[in-house]
């Protein structure tokens, strides 16, 4: 296959890692839906934001589709029924961030058709703005690409705003994972209309969708099905570009993203909005598509399960709760050398160990590493190579702000070394010969200093 | 709460769960193997003494590695090979093997773990060892014997007992010495040509001489980007900018070309190897670039006006000091700023 895309000549940004991609695992796999397990677990907070607030009891029946917990503000996004069944419990329950956090469990139906109630399906064309950032925000949209900000609040930018670019995010530079990857193949039409759909809710001219060119099928898939978006984009004098990007991690982080396709940095403190650009995730977009498609909000979503500790690699599309046992059941369950279990990318997903977790929203992969591919711990002193320097992609300094970490001196970082910069993407780790966890360091910094700052 | 126990098996640690190839051991190993070639050039030149001071240095450095040091491990990771190796290179073949051992006792000792072990010394411990030998023996460290003599002749006092006068010269061990291009110019005014020291048939410290294996190790280890090629490129073209127009000036007392500025002492040793020692150079890269220039200009200054044939290892050592303040000077610009970050005040860590 002859590559159409062109490769964007301008330079990427400075810093950053190379590892391993390991994406061939599942790259070419079509995504598999799975089957309802016995239970899902909704947890109410699994956005950026207030969590949701419950109006269902113990005992109700919901249909798959139905609102179980609505939004608790602004910042905040409903939950539904990912499946058919009967309320059994609203508790606290394990949360992929490691936490207990309050959840809805349900027990599936296992005689339904899991077939959702009859509903009208919006046309969003016909729709006001508000209507549309409504319908949104009922629909559950969160950033699918791991941060899970609400969708709806980043259609709603303060009053004022001029917007140049919209920038969707098919980076997906996390070694492993292929989740954006199969969403750009299989489902272009939805990629496109979702950008469409946010470009004509925020009145931005410009479309620009970034992938990485190690994905050269997903940028050809897109280009091929832009033109049937010609005529209306031609209509209201807009354009929508697809480039092909160099493959670095982290290329997907907004502000490098930004850079590669504006040639803008983003100036310390402010935001993307500032410069008049927004970004977003290929998957948010395209489930922003499928709202206004089947009318069913956001129930289900694509999750590579992968590594060289789950038997059979997939790509997965998984009901929102289901758990983790269930969905390496359905890949054929894990090896019996794996010992690690990460629950996003491997360079910034949270590891777990308990398989009663569910997938929520902003999960984007789960990766299996088996026992030869667990990081090492051993950690040596630092003999001071620079090599977290230069693989810094927001040029600060890791190696200082790694020894003011360990003597305690949180305040210095923040004020004389701009950890508040740092965005934990781990290039630093990653390069460190001497196994310093500087960005699990820098993480537990920020931390102490949101707490008592 | 979860009704199933959590599995044991699973290991929970924060991300990144990847890492990168480098490792601290495999730096440090595979700058002991890039001076291989350069070190084995010196034993053949000078025979068997030259082996038994680098190998007298090697055991004085482990013996301080080991004695002072908390770690067991520490012996491992081939840093105190890699001071012990440098300090051998740096003295003459014909040292005496006790002095040698002296040598990388103080220099592991005093100049790496009174700081606190590997990563965390201010001084260049091999170059701290070899100031402390120049200041307690200034004689045996400056007799150089005469090279490219069968391989188990002793071309010095090698086996002289501790705290004895070495019995160099007349009556003693017939030692045939030789003046190094360094001394030959400094004393003498007299050059010596660019091409035997770039090949290394002069006479001279140990390992020092062969300029072009050194060269070969040094870029090699800065093509695995276990050393900041800026640093050598800074000293190499500052030296060669001054030295240029010291010769254009003409200088009576030092008529040196700059070419045999930049071939001679422990100038291409010390670039590539002492003064790019990743614990005791800058972090940043701007910082690298002014280090080497500092070094340059101090070298330049030593040779050519000091009263030393030598300047190379004082000048390492005196931006060695000045690291922490050049790590602060130089932050890097902060992504979506214009300039660096300025600090306030000085920091106790560095």
């Given at each position: 296959?002859?590559?159409?895309?062109?490769?964007?000549?301008?330079?990427?940004?400075?810093?950053?890692?190379?590892p391993p991609?390991s994406?061939?695992?599942?790259?070419?796999?079509?995504?598999?839906?799975?089957?309802?397990?016995?239970?899902?677990?909704?947890?109410?907070?699994?956005?950026?934001?207030?969590?949701?607030?419950?109006?269902?009891?113990?005992?109700?029946?919901?249909?798959?589709?139905?609102?179980?917990?609505?939004?608790?503000?602004?910042?905040?996004?409903?939950?539904?029924?990912?499946?058919?069944?009967?309320?059994?419990?609203?508790?606290?329950?394990?949360?992929?961030?490691?936490?207990?956090?309050?959840?809805?469990?349900?027990?599936?139906?296992?005689?339904?058709?899991?077939?959702?109630?009859?509903?009208?399906?919006?046309?969003?064309?016909?729709?006001?703005?508000?209507?549309?950032?409504?319908?949104?925000?009922?629909?559950?949209?969160?950033?699918?690409?791991?941060?899970?900000?609400?969708?709806?609040?980043?259609?709603?930018?303060?009053?004022?705003?001029?917007?140049?670019?919209?920038?969707?995010?098919?980076?997906?530079?996390?070694p492993y994972?292929?989740?954006?990857?199969?969403?750009?193949?299989?489902?272009?039409?939805?990629?496109?209309?979702?950008?469409?759909?946010?470009?004509?809710?925020?009145?931005?001219?410009?479309?620009?969708?970034?992938?990485?060119?190690?994905?050269?099928?997903?940028?050809?898939?897109?280009?091929?099905?832009?033109?049937?978006?010609?005529?209306?984009?031609?209509?209201?004098?807009?354009?929508?570009?697809?480039?092909?990007?160099?493959?670095?991690?982290?290329?997907?982080?907004?502000?490098?993203?930004?850079?590669?396709?504006?040639?803008?940095?983003?100036?310390?403190?402010?935001?993307?909005?500032?410069?008049?650009?927004?970004?977003?995730?290929?998957?948010?977009?395209?489930?922003?598509?499928?709202?206004?498609?089947?009318?069913?909000?956001?129930?289900?979503?694509?999750?590579?399960?992968?590594g060289h500790g789950?038997?059979?690699?997939?790509?997965?599309?998984?009901?929102?709760?289901?758990?983790?046992?269930?969905?390496?059941?359905?890949?054929?369950?894990?090896t019996?050398d794996a010992r690690q279990?990460v629950?996003?990318?491997p360079?910034?997903?949270?590891?777990?160990?308990?398989?009663?977790?569910?997938?929520?929203?902003?999960?984007?992969?789960?990766v299996v590493l088996p026992a030869g591919e667990v990081k090492s711990?051993?950690?040596?002193?630092?003999?001071?190579?620079?090599?977290?320097?230069?693989?810094?992609?927001?040029?600060?300094?890791?190696?200082?702000?790694?020894?003011?970490?360990?003597?305690?001196?949180?305040?210095?970082?923040?004020?004389?070394?701009?950890?508040?910069?740092?965005?934990?993407?781990?290039?630093?780790?990653?390069?460190?010969?001497?196994?310093?966890?500087?960005?699990?360091?820098?993480?537990?910094?920020?931390?102490?200093?949101?707490?008592?700052? | 709460?979860?009704?199933?126990?959590?599995?044991?098996?699973?290991i929970?640690?924060?991300?990144?769960h990847m890492a990168?190839?480098?490792?601290?051991?495999?730096?440090?190993?595979?700058?002991?193997?890039?001076?291989?070639?350069?070190?084995?050039?010196?034993?053949?030149?000078?025979?068997?003494?030259?082996?038994?001071?680098?190998?007298?240095?090697?055991?004085?450095?482990?013996?301080?590695?080991?004695?002072?040091?908390?770690?067991?491990?520490?012996?491992?990771?081939?840093?105190?090979?890699?001071?012990?190796?440098?300090?051998?290179?740096?003295?003459?073949?014909?040292?005496?093997?006790?002095?040698?051992?002296?040598?990388?006792?103080?220099?592991?000792?005093?100049?790496?773990?009174?700081?606190?072990?590997?990563?965390?010394?201010?001084?260049?411990?091999?170059?701290?060892?070899?100031?402390?030998?120049?200041?307690?023996?200034?004689?045996?460290?400056?007799?150089?014997?005469?090279?490219?003599?069968?391989?188990?002749?002793?071309?010095?006092?090698?086996?002289?007992?501790?705290?004895?006068?070495?019995?160099?010269?007349?009556?003693?061990?017939?030692?045939?010495?030789?003046?190094?291009?360094?001394?030959?110019?400094?004393?003498?005014?007299?050059?010596?040509?660019?091409?035997?020291?770039?090949?290394?048939?002069?006479?001279?410290?140990?390992?020092?001489?062969?300029?072009?294996?050194?060269?070969?190790?040094?870029?090699?280890?800065?093509?695995?980007?276990?050393?900041?090629?800026?640093?050598?490129?800074?000293?190499?073209?500052?030296?060669?900018?001054?030295?240029?127009?010291?010769?254009?000036?003409?200088?009576?007392?030092?008529?040196?070309?700059?070419?045999?500025?930049?071939?001679?002492?422990?100038?291409?040793?010390?670039?590539?190897?002492?003064?790019?020692?990743?614990?005791?150079?800058?972090?940043?890269?701007?910082?690298?670039?002014?280090?080497?220039?500092?070094?340059?200009?101090?070298?330049?200054?030593?040779?050519?006006?000091?009263?030393?044939?030598?300047?190379?290892?004082?000048?390492?050592?005196?931006?060695?000091?000045?690291?922490?303040?050049?790590?602060?000077?130089?932050?890097?610009?902060?992504?979506?700023?214009?300039?660096?970050?300025?600090?306030?005040?000085?920091?106790?860590?560095?």
């Open positions: 296959m002859a590559l159409k895309h062109h490769e964007y000549s301008s330079p990427h940004f400075l810093g950053g890692v190379h991609e994406k061939e695992l599942t790259a070419h796999l079509p995504v598999r839906r799975m089957p309802f397990p016995d239970e899902v677990v909704i947890p109410l907070s699994q956005h950026i934001g207030a969590p949701a607030k419950p109006i269902v009891k113990v005992g109700d029946h919901v249909e798959r589709g139905d609102l179980i917990a609505e939004a608790g503000g602004f910042v905040s996004v409903p939950m539904h029924a990912s499946a058919t069944g009967t309320v059994k419990e609203i508790t606290r329950w394990p949360h992929p961030s490691g936490n207990l956090t309050p959840a809805i469990r349900i027990a599936v139906d296992k005689h339904s058709a899991q077939v959702p109630r009859a509903r009208t399906i919006p046309d969003w064309r016909g729709l006001s703005k508000p209507e549309l950032i409504q319908a949104v925000q009922d629909g559950g949209v969160v950033g699918l690409g791991g941060a899970a900000f609400p969708t709806h609040v980043k259609l709603s930018p303060p009053e004022g705003t001029v917007l140049e670019y919209l920038i969707l995010n098919g980076c997906e530079c996390e994972l292929t989740t954006d990857h199969r969403i750009m193949v299989e489902q272009p039409r939805r990629v496109l209309t979702g950008l469409l759909i946010m470009m004509r809710a925020l009145d931005v001219k410009v479309g620009l969708i970034g992938v990485e060119n190690n994905k050269p099928d997903a940028i050809v898939a897109l280009q091929e099905v832009l033109p049937e978006y010609e005529a209306e984009l031609k209509e209201h004098g807009m354009r929508i570009d697809v480039i092909g990007l160099t493959v670095r991690y982290p290329q997907g982080a907004e502000k490098m993203l930004i850079l590669a396709l504006t040639e803008r940095e983003v100036p310390r403190g402010k935001l993307p909005l500032d410069l008049g650009v927004l970004v977003q995730n290929v998957g948010s977009v395209a489930s922003i598509a499928e709202i206004f498609e089947t009318g069913l909000p956001l129930l289900e979503r694509v999750v590579t399960v992968t789950i038997r059979k690699p997939s790509n997965v599309l998984v009901p929102i709760g289901a758990k983790l046992k269930d969905v390496f059941e359905f890949c054929g369950g894990v019996m279990i629950m996003g990318g360079m910034m997903g949270p590891s777990q160990a308990n398989l009663e977790t569910p997938i929520i929203k902003g999960i984007t992969g789960i711990q051993e950690e040596y002193d630092c003999i001071r190579c620079g090599h977290c320097l230069d693989a810094c992609p927001v040029f600060i300094n890791p190696q200082r702000l790694g020894l003011l970490a360990k003597n305690m001196r949180y305040e210095t970082m923040q004020e004389d070394y701009a950890l508040n910069d740092c965005m934990l993407c781990g290039c630093c780790s990653y390069v460190c010969p001497s196994n310093i966890p500087l960005s699990q360091l820098f993480g537990a910094s920020k931390a102490y200093l949101r707490r008592n700052g | 709460m979860a009704s199933s126990p959590i599995e044991s098996r699973w929970v640690t924060a991300p990144p990168g190839p480098d490792s601290t051991p495999r730096i440090m190993w595979t700058v002991v193997l890039s001076l291989l070639p350069a070190l084995l050039f010196g034993f053949a030149r000078f025979g068997i003494s030259s082996v038994m001071v680098v190998l007298a240095a090697i055991l004085g450095c482990a013996a301080a590695e080991r004695m002072f040091g908390s770690r067991k491990q520490s012996l491992l990771d081939g840093s105190c090979l890699i001071t012990g190796i440098l300090l051998g290179m740096t003295l003459p073949p014909g040292m005496p093997m006790w002095m040698a051992f002296v040598g990388g006792v103080f220099g592991i000792g005093a100049g790496k773990m009174i700081f606190g072990g590997l990563g965390n010394n201010i001084f260049n411990p091999a170059l701290l060892g070899r100031a402390f030998l120049q200041a307690a023996f200034p004689v045996a460290i400056t007799t150089f014997p005469k090279g490219g003599g069968s391989f188990f002749t002793l071309v010095g006092d090698t086996f002289a007992l501790p705290l004895m006068r070495p019995n160099l010269g007349e009556g003693g061990i017939d030692v045939i010495t030789e003046a190094t291009p360094m001394g030959l110019m400094k004393f003498d005014q007299e050059p010596t040509a660019i091409w035997n020291l770039f090949l290394g048939s002069t006479s001279g410290s140990l390992g020092e001489t062969s300029a072009i294996l050194i060269l070969l190790g040094g870029l090699y280890l800065a093509w695995r980007n276990y050393l900041n090629w800026r640093i050598p490129l800074a000293i190499f073209t500052t030296v060669f900018a001054l030295g240029s127009l010291l010769w254009m000036i003409g200088i009576e007392a030092y008529p040196a070309s700059p070419m045999f500025l930049l071939g001679t002492g422990g100038m291409v040793l010390g670039a590539m190897y002492m003064a790019t020692d990743m614990v005791t150079s800058p972090v940043t890269n701007l910082g690298a670039y002014l280090f080497g220039i500092g070094i340059a200009i101090m070298v330049v200054v030593i040779r050519v006006w000091g009263g030393l044939s030598e300047g190379m290892m004082y000048a390492i050592l005196f931006m060695n000091a000045l690291v922490p303040f050049i790590n602060r000077k130089t932050q890097p610009r902060v992504f979506g700023t214009k300039r660096g970050l300025k600090t306030k005040k000085p920091e106790a860590t560095s």
